[in-house]
């Protein structure tokens, strides 16, 4: 494979393919989940069908074929996605008499569901989630994180008033954030979307941002507070309890298959996946080593310890195939898993193994009579840690005394001569779309979001030097 720091984004491609998490698929811009990969999403998906349930929120499912005039009610909908949209326009010889859009998001749908099913206040909240399959023809695609279809959950919420609606928006967020570094181990930014950024037809646009081990940004997570404008469109309104008809206010909010890229991205090596326990397929893969055939009581003890790691709810392969050690090493660094358990015969003897985990350099023999518990308490603590040099790499390239474009430019240039990240900017903004817009079009960065969490004040705005509004965070993103 490429190294990391020669070519980040081709480490990354072949990493995903040698692991067997995707293939490319005929189509442009798509991708097949192998069963690994798509492994990864299922247990996302465990994870933050807890939170939905919790939360009281249920589970549907709505059309993938979208009628053109449901976009056409919001104008700012349709603008924002009609670049990225497949259209249907005829089935077999016949025409349609209306195109469809292949979804790119369900607001439309959902949002004339919600008017039929939406009455009175007492019919509110109205929460629903879908996981489904998403289209927006991208130009430029990645595996995972930018494809033409994609997976994802869409969260979709009404309201009596603006401050329910914004507290369900701002809860769904800080799930995400959550999702992100305690159960994935991604350190993430949490703040808010300018308005250029913001979701097409939302009031306001809250967002997580991840950085990569290149420096590069992740958008991780969005939650959308949409107020009355999808009501207005699609008649959402319901009797309050003045009796009167008045429009709900509506919440949007989602996660996608672009997670399993930042896992990659976040922890990966040059040997390949490293992968948190707690989403990883293969947590322990048990070997035996030496001349294991002519000694079956190897395997009889290995079929013991993978009968006890499995009757816990431990995910463990037994590899037993007629590789070499050194293939089957290489092999399961590649893919990630956790824990690598080998036992020969000497090893046998000595009533022992060998335990190597995947983010630790060194082996260490472990006796039988604790080998359940030491795996357990490995697994248990992998997570955090990986969740912690993550967070000790970002705040190495968090940088917060760029104060003017020409010293973002001078950054940019040392940092590619250097071959070193040139990771998240803080910077002052005067507010307006057109200094954003210079940022990006002179430097190639774009804005992140507006933490909630402000490291320092800038005082001017890093194109004008004018007076700052906002304090934000930009970088280069995927």
């Not at 980040?8 to 005929?26: G, H, I, N």
């Not at 469809?100 to 569901?113: D, F, N, V």
């Not at 590649?334 to 358990?341: F, S, V």
Request: proline letters at 5%; a negative charge.
């Amino acid at each position: 494979m490429v190294e990391q720091k020669n070519d980040f984004t081709q480490w990354y491609l072949d990493t995903v393919q040698k692991a067997e998490l995707m293939s490319y698929s005929p189509v442009r811009g798509s991708i097949i989940f192998r069963p690994d990969g798509y492994e990864l999403w299922e247990h996302i998906q465990e994870e933050f069908n807890k939170f939905l349930r919790n939360e009281g929120i249920r589970n549907a499912y709505f059309p993938m074929l979208i009628p053109k005039h449901f976009f056409m009610k919001e104008a700012d909908h349709i603008e924002g996605f009609a670049p990225e949209l497949p259209w249907v326009t005829e089935v077999g010889d016949e025409k349609l008499e209306e195109p469809l859009a292949l979804r790119p998001t369900s607001e439309t749908m959902i949002g004339s569901a919600f008017s039929d099913w939406i009455n009175s206040y007492r019919d509110l909240p109205y929460e629903i989630n879908q996981w489904a399959n998403v289209f927006r023809w991208e130009k430029k695609t990645l595996p995972f994180l930018r494809t033409s279809e994609f997976l994802w959950q869409e969260g979709h919420t009404a309201h009596q008033d603006e401050a329910d609606a914004r507290t369900r928006t701002l809860s769904v967020l800080d799930e995400y954030a959550r999702l992100c570094e305690e159960f994935l181990a991604i350190p993430v930014y949490k703040g808010q979307k300018t308005p250029s950024e913001r979701f097409a037809g939302a009031v306001d646009t809250y967002s997580v941002e991840a950085m990569m081990q290149d420096g590069k940004a992740v958008q991780a997570g969005t939650s959308h507070y949409m107020g009355t404008k999808f009501a207005e469109a699609f008649d959402i309104t319901y009797l309050n309890k003045e009796n009167k008809h008045v429009h709900a206010h509506t919440t949007s909010w989602g996660v996608s298959t672009r997670l399993l890229g930042s896992v990659i991205m976040t922890h990966g090596d040059e040997k390949g996946l490293i992968l948190p326990p707690t989403i990883a397929a293969h947590q322990v893969v048990l070997m035996p080593v030496g001349p294991w055939k002519k000694n079956p009581a190897i395997m009889e003890k290995l079929d013991d310890i993978y009968a006890e790691l499995k009757a816990l709810g431990i995910r463990v392969r037994l590899d037993d195939s007629d590789n070499s050690p050194g293939y089957k090493f290489n092999e399961w660094e590649l893919k990630g898993a956790c824990i690598r358990i080998e036992c020969g015969p000497r090893d046998l003897e000595n009533g022992h193994v060998m335990l190597k985990v995947r983010d630790l350099a060194e082996k260490e023999k472990v006796s039988f009579e604790t080998l359940i518990e030491n795996i357990q308490a490995n697994l248990t603590a992998m997570t955090p840690r990986l969740l912690a040099n993550a967070k000790a790499r970002n705040k190495e390239n968090e940088h917060f005394h760029i104060n003017t474009l020409d010293e973002l430019k001078a950054h940019i240039e040392k940092c590619k001569a250097e071959n070193t990240p040139t990771g998240f900017v803080l910077v002052g903004w005067d507010g307006t779309d057109e200094t954003e817009a210079k940022i990006k079009e002179e430097t190639g960065f774009t804005t992140r979001n507006i933490p909630f969490e402000v490291p320092m004040e800038k005082a001017t705005d890093i194109v004008t030097g004018e007076p700052a509004k906002h304090t934000l965070w930009i970088a280069r993103a995927y």
